[in-house]
């Protein structure tokens, strides 16, 4: 089996989860991949202080795709207060498999946009560890 | 099999980084588009330059200083004869994004004012867009585009219809298309523009590679094109422009080297080429330049040209038989440069380039610097396979066979 396209990560890739437009919604962002033109956008709805739901929407590669899929599993519920501390070592731990430097953005790609949606903050850095 | 005539030059035991192995493997290097390979003579000119005749150019008396002024002038004039720049000017720049970078701040500044226009193409490279938006936006201007059409051409109609509007004071627009391969007619189109009081750029990156390019033939008031694309090194790129405009041009960059004389107060500028390359100018590197265009000169452009062409015939055609491969861009070899950008169904072309490699062989995926072309086209990115003197029909076939182990990785069905 291939190291970085495993069964799981084709079919995240092929059938994500929460994946579409959340109406009404109470956080949303937007973010670009510049390498490739990649876009990805986050709904949030919020209730408790909580991410009671979430959907991603846009295009991206199999490895942007699988792990805003991935990620939105174990967003959902998640407290607001802890999304600003999820770092790239949650999210590449998560996806499982070896990241290369070029690919590092494309696997972040959806915990920047929703931290950026969580927090204000747009200026994450996933270039670097 | 289509005919694959002249599919090999027989060069590549000439670029020394064919010999090294990858996981084993072979290197099977099709992303010349994006910068070449280099010949072991380029090397060797480039080391023998800084091991035995480097010194600064310009005012040295001593013996060493004067090779390294002969070495440096006479690398200049083989370049300009490369490209047959015989009363054009050959300025020296970074690469064309400084060369147009240079046109749009010298030229359009003095030229370019509000009600005027600046009209380029779709296809174009962020280089020859973005410093024409930043113009256009200061100097109240305003920047069109001409269409590319589904076989990835240009309209000469809707050129002359642009140009009758009789505010276009600059075309500028690609040689050879980075994404499509599009080969634009680049002499009807800037006689057209001449004809109609304005002046012409041409963003010559990727054709004075593959095809023989006469600058004065063309009629371009400029014609931009870099080095590293053209076999040689990085940090040298190539500005053709016509004296009586540049005469009439304020400086770019301004400081040593491009003075005549400086008082406290101001100063007056050297002459053509001086005045347009301020400080030490890329000595070395137009040593190594001079070096590749000697060395695609003995090659011959046509046979280059003959064999890209036919490499890229046998691409199109062996691509064709990938399910769900859709190639964008012109339809025959004929109209387009060595290079085929492509998508397919259900693998986005980061996946594409990435599984490629796995089969070892070497392609770009992304929008290409072209991201106004990609909405065009419908498309977030593609992937793009490009040849260069040293690619084979093999190298085709590794590539499609790649793209078929990929499409199993993704459990596509292969017939």
Same mark, same amino acid.
């Given at each position: ?51 009671? +739901? ?5 295009? *991206?590669?199999?490895? !942007? ?5 991935? /990620?939105?599993?174990? @967003? &959902? ?11 790239? +070592? ?5 996806? *499982?498999?070896?990241? !290369? ?5 494309? /696997?972040?790609?959806? @915990? &920047? ?17 | ?82 490209t047959g720049a015989r009363q054009m ?30 009209l380029?193409t779709?296809m ?22 001409l ?6 051409e240009l309209s000469i109609e809707q050129l002359e219809?642009e140009l009758?509007?009789?505010?276009v004071?600059l075309l500028a627009f690609a040689h050879v298309s980075?994404?499509?391969?599009t080969i634009n007619p680049v002499a009807e189109m800037t006689a057209r523009a001449r004809a109609a009081g304005a002046v012409s750029l041409v963003d010559g990156?990727q054709a004075v590679?593959q095809m023989p390019v006469d600058v004065e033939a063309l009629g371009a008031d400029f014609y931009g094109w ?14 053709h422009a016509r ?58 452009m046509t046979?280059?040209r ?24 012109p339809?025959?070899?004929d109209g387009r440069g ?78």
């Amino acid at each position: 089996m291939d190291d970085l396209y495993r069964d799981y990560i084709l079919e995240h890739y092929k059938r994500p989860r929460n994946f579409g437009e959340l109406e009404p919604r109470d956080l949303e962002a937007l973010e670009h991949n510049p390498l490739c033109g990649d876009e990805l956008g986050v709904h949030i709805r919020v209730k408790d202080g909580r991410i009671e +739901d979430l959907r991603f929407h846009g295009h *991206g590669c199999a490895i !942007s795709q699988a792990a805003a899929s991935i /990620a939105s599993e174990e @967003l &959902k519920g998640m407290e607001l207060q802890n999304v600003g501390e999820l770092d790239a +070592d949650w999210m590449i731990e998560l996806l *499982g498999i070896p990241v !290369s430097a070029t690919r590092r953005k494309c /696997a972040l790609l959806n @915990l &920047k946009v929703v931290r950026g949606a969580v927090t204000g903050d747009d200026s994450w850095p996933t270039g670097s560890a | 099999m289509p005919p694959v005539a002249e599919s090999s030059l027989e060069v590549r035991a000439d670029f020394p980084i064919f010999s090294r192995r990858f996981g084993g493997r072979p290197l099977i290097y099709l992303d010349s588009a994006a910068t070449s390979q280099k010949p072991e003579v380029v090397i060797a000119a480039l080391a023998d330059h800084l091991r035995n005749h480097n010194a600064n150019v310009h005012r040295g008396v001593y013996a060493l200083a004067q090779e390294a002024d002969a070495a440096f002038d006479h690398a200049r004039a083989r370049i300009a004869a490369f490209t047959g720049a015989r009363q054009m000017q050959t300025i020296f720049a970074k690469n064309v994004t400084e060369a147009i970078n240079l046109v749009a701040y010298s030229w359009g500044r003095a030229n370019v004012g509000p009600g005027d226009a600046v009209l380029i193409t779709e296809m174009e490279h962020h280089a020859n867009i973005v410093p024409w938006q930043v113009l256009c936006r200061e100097r109240d201007a305003s920047l069109r585009y001409l269409k590319v059409d589904e076989r990835g051409e240009l309209s000469i109609e809707q050129l002359e219809s642009e140009l009758a509007r009789g505010d276009v004071r600059l075309l500028a627009f690609a040689h050879v298309s980075n994404v499509l391969g599009t080969i634009n007619p680049v002499a009807e189109m800037t006689a057209r523009a001449r004809a109609a009081g304005a002046v012409s750029l041409v963003d010559g990156a990727q054709a004075v590679p593959q095809m023989p390019v006469d600058v004065e033939a063309l009629g371009a008031d400029f014609y931009g094109w870099t080095g590293h694309k053209a076999l040689g090194p990085t940090g040298i790129g190539v500005l053709h422009a016509r004296s009586e405009i540049l005469e009439q041009m304020q400086p770019f960059l301004t400081g040593g080297d491009m003075i005549s004389s400086v008082d406290f107060q101001s100063a007056t500028w050297n002459e053509l080429p001086s005045k347009f390359e301020a400080g030490t100018p890329m000595i070395a590197e137009a040593v190594g330049l001079a070096s590749a265009v000697d060395y695609l000169s003995a090659l011959d452009m046509t046979r280059v040209r003959a064999h890209e062409r036919a490499l890229t015939a046998y691409m199109l055609e062996r691509l064709s038989e990938v399910p769900g491969l859709r190639v964008v861009g012109p339809p025959e070899a004929d109209g387009r440069g060595g290079l085929a950008s492509f998508t397919i169904e259900g693998m986005h072309p980061h996946d594409v380039a990435e599984l490629a490699d796995r089969g070892g062989v070497c392609i770009r995926a992304g929008h290409h610097c072209a991201q106004p072309l990609m909405r065009c086209l419908g498309v977030g990115a593609t992937a793009r396979a490009s040849v260069g003197v040293y690619n084979e029909a093999a190298d085709i076939d590794a590539l499609v066979h790649a793209l078929l182990a990929g499409r199993e990785v993704f459990e596509l069905d292969n017939p």
